[in-house]
């Protein structure tokens, strides 16, 4: 498929070119058939050199086209294109057209290949190098827009797919038997010994399902919302393990309407509470803290750090590394970020980059 749209591509490349060598030698071709009287103007013209004239033409426009794709990248729908690549891919297209006309002359005198002598011909020389470089760059900058639109469809179309399976996953992970049934059984006792707390219970659980079954189907949340959803989700694993498991949250106020994938921080948290042993001679403490990232390119770039300290369950087998891949996948998607994964000292660490809404929109 691949190699019949490069066909596709170089065909209404070559037709493009012809066309263009026509139309900037319309005069020219009109006056063979001195429909206007334009013999008047393109004296002793003969139709061999009107012909030479639009090959050359047309073999100038698909040489600087193609020259402008490799060496400017205008294929390349991966990078951004700004003015100043503009400006200067219309300097480089000018000073090789000039060299081109150049050579087109060298050819005639040296090699005898046919050229029009007509005065007016060589007076519209200038006109029609403007006109040649605008097309070309033109050209090439409606190209890069058609492949940037392609790959953004793909990228679209990839993100939605890859929203689907880890609503999919969500879901499983939130309402399997397991979940519902530890989740009942801690219901059953609240009801039982303080049903003053199983109010409060319920209210939180039903958060937790309202949010997994309802933003998880947006692309990107704030962290507010995160955060909310991480506390009701906080709630009821401290209702099970008491205080064999802590948190320790500290978020800047400021980075509050910064967006990351939605469930990516539960995610984190329920990894770290599935893989590690909590009890009261172990505690689990979970640290959720948000940080800058010296090492990124952006200025003032900040993320989401969340830590664990290792204590691996002996009865929970190793894990097969699908959500944090998820997650990876999620943010190479979104943002074309990666997430940091680091585990040193009994720690274990993962930095979830935060995204200004205003470079999304």
């Not at 978020?251 to 995610?267: I, K």
């Not at 003032?300 to 996948?329: F, I």
């Amino acid at each position: 498929m691949k190699r019949v749209w490069q066909k596709k591509e170089l065909g209404l490349l070559i037709g493009i070119s012809l066309l263009v060598g026509c139309l900037i030698h319309f005069p020219e071709l009109l006056s063979l058939t001195d429909a206007w009287g334009n013999k008047q103007l393109f004296q002793h013209l003969s139709p061999v050199e009107v012909l030479v004239e639009i090959a050359y033409a047309s073999f100038s426009f698909w040489l600087l086209f193609l020259i402008n794709l490799r060496f400017f990248r205008f294929n390349d729908p991966t990078i951004r294109m700004r003015w100043w690549t503009l400006g200067l891919s219309f300097c480089v297209t000018w000073l090789l057209s000039k060299l081109l006309g150049e050579l087109f002359v060298f050819l005639h005198h040296e090699w005898g290949i046919p050229a029009i002598h007509s005065r007016i011909h060589l007076y519209l020389h200038p006109i029609r190098d403007l006109v040649v470089i605008l097309i070309v760059n033109g050209t090439c900058y409606i190209y890069y827009l058609i492949r940037a639109h392609q790959a953004m469809v793909v990228q679209n179309s990839a993100l939605q797919a890859e929203n689907s399976r880890n609503q999919y996953l969500a879901l499983k992970n939130q309402l399997n038997p397991h979940m519902l049934f530890n989740s009942l059984n801690t219901l059953q006792s609240l009801v039982r010994e303080q049903p003053d707390k199983a109010e409060d219970y319920i209210r939180e659980l039903s958060r937790v399902l309202r949010y997994t079954l309802q933003e998880n189907v947006e692309q990107t949340v704030t962290l507010r919302e995160e955060m909310d959803f991480v506390e009701a989700y906080r709630y009821l694993m401290q209702m099970r393990y008491e205080e064999n498991l802590r948190f320790e949250v500290e978020v800047n106020p400021a980075w509050l309407d910064d967006l990351l994938p939605p469930l990516s921080v539960q995610t984190l948290v329920e990894n770290a509470i599935k893989h590690n042993e909590i009890s009261r001679r172990k505690p689990l403490t979970i640290a959720i803290r948000t940080v800058t990232l010296p090492d990124s390119e952006e200025p003032n770039a900040h993320g989401l750090l969340v830590a664990n300290n290792l204590q691996p369950r002996r009865d929970c087998p190793a894990g097969t590394g699908v959500g944090l891949a998820n997650l990876s996948k999620r943010y190479d998607l979104l943002f074309g970020q990666a997430i940091q994964i680091s585990e040193a000292e009994g720690c274990f660490r993962v930095t979830l980059p935060l995204q200004h809404k205003s470079s999304i929109e």
